[in-house]
């Protein structure tokens, strides 16, 4: 696509920002799920206590 129009590299550049947004979202989530995790790894030391 190289050579396109105004119109093209304002597609590509929207495209790009939405990926690179969505990846960022991605390892926020691990990070999260990593740390729900190891709470709930802690929380099975407690004992097997009914909630």
Known sequence: MAGGTPQDNGSIN????T????????????AAMEKIEQECAANDDLG???L
Do not use: F, H, I, M
Request: glycine content about 0%; charged content about 35%; proline content about 0%.
């Open 48 to 50: 097997d206590e009914v």
């Open 14 to 17: 929207q495209l790009k920002a």
């Open 19 to 30: 990926v690179e947004e969505v990846l960022r979202q991605n390892t926020v989530l691990r």
